[in-house]
Nanobody
Framework: KVQLVESGGETVEAGGSLKLSCVAS?????????MGWFRQAPGKEREGVAA???????AYADAVKGRFTVSKDNAKKTLYLQMNNLKPEDTAKYYC??????????????????RGQGTQVTVTS
């Protein structure tokens, strides 16, 4: 069974940066999977943040374009989300998600078969 474990979330001031990590292990996971991040704030619906396909093509939500960067290290089986110029509205629990055949776009990431337990990001003003 594939497991995705996120880390790196913490409380940071507006304008600051964080880098989230997601380590994949077990099961049939391989470097050709579609991977991504979504987030959910209290009382709000889940929101796709970034997606990365097997060819390295990326997609970002409009709200994070120019501030967030998704990347992965295949040797370490790790997905990253570099978040710069954080804003209070970025406060949410961030989840890593993956799928062997999923559509790597902002909507598709919400429906990936595998997801982690999430890591909390809080941005103070």
């Amino acid at each position: 069974k594939v497991q995705l474990v996120e880390s790196g979330g913490e409380t940071v001031e507006a304008g600051g940066s964080l880098k989230l990590s997601c380590v994949a292990s077990g099961g049939p996971y391989n470097q050709y999977w579609s991977m991504g991040w979504f987030r959910q704030a209290p009382g709000k619906e889940r929101e796709g943040v970034a997606a990365l396909d097997e060819n390295g093509s990326v997609a970002y939500a409009d709200a994070v374009k120019g501030r967030f960067t998704v990347s992965k290290d295949n040797a370490k089986k790790t997905l990253y989300l570099q978040m710069n110029n954080l804003k209070p509205e970025d406060t949410a629990k961030y989840y890593c998600a993956g799928d062997p055949v999923g559509m790597a776009d902002i909507n598709g990431v919400l429906h990936f078969d595998y997801r982690g337990q999430g890591t909390q990001v809080t941005v103070t003003s």
